[in-house]
């Protein structure tokens, strides 16, 4: 999952591309690159790490020419270095690459036995020999990037530039985003509308196996067949404007604060004020029929999709079974007639969810996904969709996608329990009305951030954290473990309380702090027993309760935190801003990158 750009125009390209990547640098940040053609040479610049040090490396070295192509990388095959960097070429070609070419290695041999050599560790680098190899033998360059295309098996988006043709730009999808964007005199190409915003608002996506060839007065594109396709061209509302941080030291605190508003947009779009009730945009299916709910996300989506699975079963009553995306594309699932296949993804991009919802419509599920990018592949692809309206993301570490996630589920499953009958009119409106006050008591919590700035010091010198809840704070304490690990890199995970003594206990001493998430529920006097029999091995722990919790934990030696008490239906909204704000200023003292965390990247479209 890396970031691609292309243009080919009339102005320089190397600032343009530069422009382009820095709005896709969310898709990895281990290397980046750019090549343009002119007087029949490639001209490439490439650095290891994040853009900065491309532009850096660009100063000095900087590039001229008006067509080429830009990439900033997520390793996958080959460290990252700057050998393995974006753009890889010949003196023919360059090309970028988003995927995996899963048949490099025998392309490689092939390639190596008609006596080419390879100078890196990737996948990609067969895709320019290949073409290079196609162009030898005569082939003019349209027709050795589809003879090649044929030989590439896996998952990919390609740019590719040449040497001795700067009039023109290709362009090639398969399995991974691609769209083009439309200039005056110009035409660009980018893993997503964000990338092309800076150029363009009118965007086409092209369709899987799409190639197309590009030039300063437009584009071609054929599908799959050869045969030249129309794509429809969109009006994107994305402006040239890069997302700022405002007053924020990161994207991921300003993300946190603007829960409270995020969270009542997305509300505004399903819930009525005055009657409580919810409304859905009409569904291609009937609610009332579906025998059973399959949900399936990765990562932070799929802890939203675990607080559901809660919901779903309590307040509509549907049986429900819930999937990591990557798991569940290959245990060959059996899935009810008529079912529901409910996927969750902030960028509706995420190979395997991708890869899940595609083999779901082919079992003939009904598909339904929860995204935030309205134009994603899985929102075109899967027969509903319901979106969030979270705005960009940028920080890696998921935050208001999740709670925003969380509160089109609750509408979902409040509108899902109202159409089958499980629960009466004014319950649902009761429920709604507790959701709606979510955001004044999230900005409550907000608002104590200091609080949470303090308990961070606790958590700091940690190698392990474990973090414990019961139903819904369950799915909460393995987020909250997830954001630790990923912004300050210290070893956490979330454990089922009523679990704990089935091995993690095992790890309690006084190194080892306990974070427990226990609101004043059902569940809470099990996961009280269950901080006890921490305290009784001398573990240190911070929980997470409300009034009536406190008044209910007699004496416990913890540090206890008192949040707003609210409706059981939306503690995981609330609970899940303490964790959030805890990782982020474990992480501050630790001084981590803290948008962008190693080894990671926020949208993940290779297996
Ligand atoms: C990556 C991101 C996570 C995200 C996960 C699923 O791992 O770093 O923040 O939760 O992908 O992404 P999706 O876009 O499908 O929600």
């Not at 913890?558 to 992480?587: D, G, R, S």
């Amino acid at each position: 999952m890396c970031g691609i750009v292309g243009v080919i125009g009339n102005e320089s390209a190397a600032p343009l591309l530069v422009d382009g990547l820095r709005r896709l640098e969310y898709r990895g940040y281990d290397s980046a690159g750019i090549a343009t053609s002119l007087n029949g040479k490639i001209h490439r610049v490439r650095a290891e790490g994040k853009l900065a040090n491309l532009e850096k490396a660009l100063l000095t070295n900087p590039i001229e020419g008006t067509v080429g192509i830009g990439h900033t990388r997520w390793a996958t095959h080959g460290a990252p270095n700057e050998t393995n960097a974006h753009p890889h070429a010949t003196d023919k070609v360059a090309v970028v690459h988003n995927g995996i070419i899963e048949n490099f290695q025998t392309l490689r041999q092939e390639l190596n036995s008609l006596g080419y050599s390879f100078h890196t560790q990737t996948d990609t680098e067969v895709v320019p020999i290949l073409i290079t190899h196609f162009l030898k033998l005569g082939k003019k360059p349209e027709e050795a990037v589809a003879q090649t295309l044929k030989k590439l098996e896996g998952a990919f988006a390609l740019a590719i530039v040449f040497s001795d043709h700067p009039d023109i730009l290709f362009a090639a999808r398969r399995g991974s985003p691609l769209a083009i964007g439309y200039g005056n005199g110009a035409m660009y190409i980018g893993s997503d509308a964000i990338a092309l915003a800076p150029f363009t608002q009118r965007v086409a996506y092209l369709e899987d196996g799409d190639y197309a060839l590009l030039t300063r007065e437009g584009v071609t594109i054929h599908d799959t067949t050869g045969a030249v396709a129309e794509r429809v061209i969109r009006l994107t509302n994305l402006t040239g404007a890069t997302v700022g941080k405002g007053d924020y030291r990161h994207y991921m605190q300003k993300e946190i604060h603007e829960q409270p508003s995020v969270i009542g947009q997305t509300l505004r779009v399903f819930y009525q004020s005055g009657t409580g009730e919810i409304h859905l945009p009409d569904l291609p299916f009937d609610l009332k029929a579906i025998p059973r709910i399959s949900i399936v996300a990765c990562g932070t989506s799929y802890y939203a999709g675990l607080v559901a699975k809660y919901w779903i079963e309590k307040y509509a009553k549907v049986p429900v079974e819930i999937d990591i995306a990557s798991e569940f594309r290959y245990r060959e699932p059996i899935l009810d007639k008529g079912g529901l296949s409910l996927f969750i993804s902030q960028s509706g991009e995420t190979a395997d969810t991708m890869a899940a919802l595609r083999m779901c419509k082919q079992l003939g599920q009904h598909t339904l996904s929860i995204v935030n990018v309205p134009s994603s592949s899985m929102a075109i692809e899967s027969d509903a969709a319901l979106f969030t309206y979270a705005g960009p993301e940028i920080g890696v570490a998921s935050t208001k996608a999740f709670t925003t996630q969380l509160t089109t589920l609750a509408c979902f499953v409040l509108a899902l329990a109202q159409a089958r009958g499980a629960l009466p009119k004014e319950e649902v409106a009761r429920l709604s009305h507790a959701l709606a006050e979510v955001p004044a008591v999230v900005m409550e919590i907000l608002q104590n951030e200091e609080r949470f700035a303090a308990l961070a010091h606790g958590l700091q010198h940690a190698s392990d954290v474990l973090y414990l809840g019961r139903g819904t704070s369950f799915a909460i304490a393995m987020e909250g473990a997830l954001k630790l690990k990923e912004i300050s890199y210290i070893h956490a995970e979330g454990y089922a309380a009523g679990e704990l003594k089935h091995g993690p206990i095992a790890l309690i001493d006084e190194s080892v702090p306990v974070v427990v998430l226990a609101p004043h529920d059902h569940w809470f006097d099990k996961t009280i027993s269950n901080v006890q029999e921490v305290v009784a091995r001398g573990g240190k722990v911070i929980l997470f309760t409300d009034k009536s919790g406190k008044a209910h934990i007699g004496d416990l030696n913890a540090e206890v935190v008192v949040l707003p008490e609210i409706n059981t239906l939306v503690t995981p909204l609330l609970y899940a801003i303490p964790i959030q704000l805890l990782a982020y200023h474990v992480a501050i003292l630790k001084g981590t990158d803290v948008d962008q965390p190693r080894n990671l990247a926020k949208s993940v479209t290779v297996e």
